[in-house]
């Protein structure tokens, strides 16, 4: 079965300042597709990045990037110039990329904070 | 993207009764799940919402406690059933469009508290 772990459950930046958001999954797949997802007080789930495993690159959404390193099974998501808005709770996520499988598995997440 | 509308937002619920949710989806998709969030926790798959068959349940959830309908390719409704304090969670639909397998859209979620 797959887990993600995510080893930091509160992390606190200054506004402006950059932090990265640590994940690490395990699985026996091969072609995967990994997740950031970002929850506001308001619940609801907002897809942050996503990143195919068979990509080298690691994908880039503004001020979000990811560090992939597929060989550790890690999946960091770094913030440039954090906004206050930026405060919320992160998930990692993975779904398999095989046919029919969509649900993800999801890390117990990352209570993000914003300094002003 | 698609817009998923869940309804009711929130809902304060008696011991013992029973509570559906809806999630309608502004367009066709081709799966759709129901995950539940505990207080400060992550989400878990309660089961998958098939169109024109039985859901399919994940280890620790039953039809009898979550029955779960999906009429068509836009609609599913999730309900609660003879609930505790320990139902007492968030609840949030999730889609996933035709053609943009790589993606999952969620509802703003059901905050509920059971007294």
């Known amino acids: 079965a797959q887990t993600v772990t995510q080893s930091q459950p509160e992390m606190s930046v200054q506004e402006a300042e950059t932090v990265t958001l640590s994940c690490t999954y395990d699985?026996?797949?091969?072609?995967?597709?990994l997740f950031w997802y970002k929850q506001p007080p308001s619940r609801q789930m907002i897809l942050v990045i996503r990143q195919e495993a068979y990509k080298q690159q690691n994908a880039t959404e503004n001020r979000f990037s990811v560090n992939f390193q597929k060989a550790a099974k890690s999946f960091s998501l770094k913030i440039s110039d954090s906004q206050l808005g930026d405060a919320a709770m992160y998930f990692c996520?993975?779904?398999?990329?095989?046919?029919?499988?969509?649900?993800?598995?999801f890390g117990k997440g990352t209570k993000l904070s914003v300094i002003p | 993207s698609a817009v998923i509308s869940q309804k009711p937002s929130r809902d304060i619920c008696q011991r013992g009764t029973s509570l559906t949710i809806q999630c309608q989806v502004d367009?066709?998709?081709?799966?759709m799940f129901w995950y539940r969030q505990q207080p400060g926790q992550s989400l878990t798959l309660i089961a998958t919402a098939n169109q024109g068959s039985e859901a399919t349940y994940e280890s620790g959830f039953v039809i009898d406690k979550f029955p779960i309908s999906r009429p068509n390719l836009t609609f599913s409704t999730l309900t609660v059933s003879n609930m505790s304090p320990e139902d007492s969670s968030i609840y949030l639909c999730s889609a996933t469009p035709r053609g943009r397998n790589t993606e999952a859209f969620f509802g703003q979620g059901t905050r509920l508290t059971v007294v």
């Open positions: 699985t026996s797949e091969s072609d995967y597709y």
């Open positions: 996520a993975y779904r398999y990329s095989g046919a029919g499988s969509y649900q993800l598995t």
């Open positions: 367009s066709q998709v081709t799966m």
